[in-house]
């Protein structure tokens, strides 16, 4: 995808999920910091912090499990050997996401059952077992698909949200 495209797909993917329900009355909503090869997530997080919702982002620990820190637009980021981009902060726990409205996580795909497909190292799905906020996947239209392979312990999504649109699971 060129440049532009994958710009007006973050666009247009913050304008869907802005707008749902669930995201318009949350306080404190889980996003990741996208990598280039994923769906932008500057424009969510801009939208969020302009609303005052408070924005926590991931950070990788050595054990694959996930920490959270409240994400500061002014804040450094460093890439991770995994080319992940994680800023600074006071790490807030494992259990950070117990106090989420909303959980935003990444997907290289997602069925329409709700399962994603993630890189594999299974952060997110040891993260997210136990939540009880809705999930939401972002991806590119041509990754949403009716099916994709899954493991017992895959934890799936209640949403996922294209430039196209939202598709809610069942």
Known sequence: MSTEARFEAAEAIALHVLAAPVVARAKRVACYLSMPSEPGTTPLIMGLLARGVEVIVPLSLDNRTLDWVT??????LVTTPLGIPEPAGERLGSGAL?????????????????????????YYDRALAGVRAPLCALV???????????????????????????????
Request: charged share 20%.
């Open 71 to 76: 994400y500061e637009p002014e804040s450094a």
């Open 140 to 170: 590119f239209s041509h990754e949403l698909l009716p099916e994709v392979p899954h493991e017992p312990h895959d934890v799936p999504v209640q949403l996922a949200v294209t430039p196209g649109g939202v598709f809610r699971v069942p």
């Open 98 to 122: 117990d106090s989420c409205d909303v959980v935003i996580v990444p997907a290289l795909a997602v069925d329409h059952a709700g399962y994603r497909l993630g890189r594999g190292a299974g």
